[in-house]
């Protein structure tokens, strides 16, 4: 009766912040929720499946996804691109589920140029003195270098602007029972159901 | 080091929706959440205590909270008042613990307009039909009386749409898992916590 459409969710963070082992535990825990499967360039190994692990897709194919738009977002890893299709996206929200989407900071912020009614969480470092004790810390390095890390990692924070949640992993546990907890919350956000509600209600009352 | 104030949830809907029993179940599995405690005219019963139970007020003193504004809300039953007092629920907040209020619809309508940065949460009917059921199958009402009971059902509904998120109570132990995700999610908002969190990182940086 409550059928939604699912929701993109989009995970992302400085590096090194742990956003692979958070998205590994969550769907160790929620095997509900689809992992986004992209698209390469890059040859198949073994073992991995067209549609599972990647859609393979030859340079000429993935240069028509960008120019068509049919891209999330794409980026260039020595000489094979990588990207997130759309239409798989919306396929498996339109089946109702929910889609989760691990990625980089830069990634991050063209998804939400394409998709901003995605709900984007940033990975906060487990603690800020971790942070500055990295980049301060390391004693071998010039004070030209040790600023450039400083100003890198202030421009890391304040991409946090353009998130809707920021989670602290501080514990893979409480960081992942957070994005879940993100998850259930985000389905019971009015302005998603109001309409449906009310339709189902009218249609009831006047049935 | 990510110390936060308090949020104050506000759990409403339509009467007989089991908004007592959420409220309830809730209080048994979370320990932190504070009650918000009422202030009323009406004299303590044996084994209650002022400040526990309520805060007891005499009619001169409630009324002149109600002058002073210093009340989210407030209503009259038989010949006595009650009410939620703000300074309570502020100094809760102050201390970093959510505030917690169960109220009807017209109260929490109260409350938020004198205290919007509360957190609303609409608890929905188990289902539709049964309400519809309800209103309709009532065999012995008149039709006038059938068609008032929808035309309420529908306002309502309607109230929905001043509410932040929606629950719905198809199962109480779904119902308050929801609620303590939406408590979580709350928590982690950007909104909420970006000021801190680069205030404590510029200090840190450039300690």
Redesign the interface.
């Known amino acids: 009766?409550?059928e939604q459409k699912g929701i993109l969710f989009i995970l992302s963070g400085p590096s090194g912040v742990g956003k692979g082992t958070v998205r590994e535990r969550l769907f160790e825990q929620d095997t509900e929720l689809k992992y986004s499967v992209s698209a390469t360039t890059r040859e198949a190994r073994p073992g991995e499946e067209h549609g599972v692990h990647y859609f393979y897709k030859s340079h000429e194919e993935f240069e028509s996804m960008i120019e068509q738009n049919e891209l999330l977002e794409h980026a260039q890893y020595v000489n094979n691109y990588y990207g997130t299709p759309r239409a798989y996206v919306e396929e498996q929200l339109n089946l109702g589920n929910d889609v989760f989407l691990e990625i980089e900071v830069q990634g991050a912020m063209q998804v939400k140029e394409n998709f901003p009614e995605g709900v984007f969480?940033?990975l906060?470092p487990p603690?800020?003195?971790e942070?500055?004790n990295r980049?301060v810390n390391r004693g071998t390095e010039s004070n030209d270098l040790v600023m450039n890390r400083?100003k890198e990692?202030?421009k890391e924070?304040?991409m946090?602007?353009e998130?809707?949640?920021?989670?602290?992993n501080d514990d893979v546990n409480r960081a992942v029972?957070?994005v879940?907890?993100?998850i259930?919350?985000?389905h019971?956000?009015?302005e998603r159901?109001?309409t449906e509600?009310?339709t189902?209600?009218?249609d009831?009352?006047n049935?």
């Not at 998130?163 to 602290?168: K, M, R, S, T």
């Open positions: 009766m409550f969480i940033f906060f603690s800020l003195d942070l500055k980049i400083l990692a202030k924070i304040n946090m602007s998130y809707d949640y920021v989670v602290v029972s957070k879940q907890a993100i259930t919350s985000e019971c956000k009015r159901i109001e509600y009310k189902i209600l009218e009831d009352l049935a």
